[in-house]
């Protein structure tokens, strides 16, 4: 009682002032376009992947939507649907890289430009919620194709890779390119992803040709569901879809972006079904955690390389485990990269 009748009155006075200042004007879901109004509810739910909320988006919002979806035994709950016998796998993941599962809310702001993740501590989901809107809105649109809906994309593919396995290679022999809708930005047409080149170049120029929206190709991607039809399918690449700093709070969504890129895809589809395969479907390597393989100049992988790349593949992760161990921005080159042992250290 008496901290509240002296000084802090006036303290709080003038918090209540700088509250009602900054207050922010309430945006309704409703005043967005009719089109977007789904994206906007797909981003409340926070999905872990094979979570029960992962399990009910995708009852609620792709099963409910697509009549005749597909799901194989085997392919851990992965679905797809065939719209016509064009040769694109369109692929997005439903799963995000939230902790915990439930709802949650987000920001919008003022210009209703982008979406932005807000209210949590964790990030806004718009990898890949944006790449599963895009899906349903290329399927609502009459888009050609085969649209592949995957699972436990951030726990490494399990959806994509089960779907290797239980898919018959004849099944993929359809498809001249699997183009993933997964990544940040808004300028990319990923040609290389995991360090091996899954699209060719040619590929990705016409393609960037055909979009006409500024995106280009680019040879610095890391992994998504793509990657893992690479032995199968010629051109497999990741399309820019608007998020950033994802897996982070400060994750973003750019709407402009996602908007322009859906009426592309709708308006240019049959133009890109017709680009050609330039690539033969390879596997440069095989990437795992019992894996040998090889990285960069040639060594062979041990146990040093399988860590790099996975810190280039989960590089926020990688963020997170760093500070946790008192290693951050401002002491990230004070620290040696070698430590000298005594020979009494060794015993
Ligand atoms: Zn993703």
């Not at 016509?84 to 796998?89: A, C, K, M, Q």
Request: proline content about 3%; hydrophobic content about 35%; overall charge neutral.
């Amino acid at each position: 009682m008496e901290i509240e009748n002296t000084e802090s009155e006036e303290t709080s006075e003038t918090g209540q002032l700088e509250d009602a200042k900054k207050k922010p004007e309430v945006i309704y879901v409703s005043s967005f376009p009719p089109h977007l109004q789904r994206l906007l509810q797909m981003l409340f739910w926070r999905r872990p992947a094979f979570s029960k909320a992962d399990d009910l988006f995708c009852t609620n919002f792709i099963d409910a939507a697509i009549p005749h979806i597909v799901i194989e035994e085997g392919a851990k709950g992965c679905r797809w649907v065939r719209k016509s016998d064009d040769p694109i796998l369109w692929l997005a993941h439903t799963d995000t890289a939230h902790n915990q599962e439930g709802r949650q809310g987000y920001l919008l702001t003022q210009d209703k430009s982008r979406a932005l993740a807000g209210c949590t501590e964790s990030a806004l989901g718009g990898d890949d919620t944006a790449g599963v809107w895009l899906l349903l809105e290329l399927i609502k649109a009459g888009v050609g194709g085969t649209f592949g809906f995957m699972r436990g994309e951030e726990r490494g593919g399990i959806g994509s890779k089960a779907m290797v396995d239980c898919m018959s290679k004849d099944w993929f022999k359809r498809f001249v390119m699997a183009i993933s809708l997964d990544r940040r930005g808004t300028g990319s047409i990923i040609t290389r992803q995991m360090g091996q080149e899954t699209c060719s170049s040619e590929f990705a120029e016409d393609l960037a040709r055909v979009l006409d929206i500024g995106m280009k190709p680019d040879p610095t991607g890391s992994f998504t569901d793509s990657y893992n039809f690479r032995g199968l399918i010629p051109e497999c690449t990741n399309l820019s879809v608007g998020f950033a700093g994802e897996h982070t709070q400060h994750e973003s969504l750019d709407l402009v972006h996602l908007t322009r890129l859906r009426k592309r895809l709708i308006k240019r589809w049959r133009d890109i079904a017709r680009i050609k395969a330039r690539r033969t479907p390879t596997i440069e390597r095989e990437w795992g955690f019992g894996n040998i393989w090889r990285f960069g100049s040639g060594s062979v992988g041990g146990e040093k390389d399988r860590l790099l790349e996975l810190v280039t593949q989960w590089p926020h992760r990688a963020t997170i485990l760093l500070r946790r161990q008192g290693i951050g921005a401002d002491n990230f080159w004070d620290l040696p990269t070698r430590v000298h042992t005594t020979k009494k250290d060794k015993k």
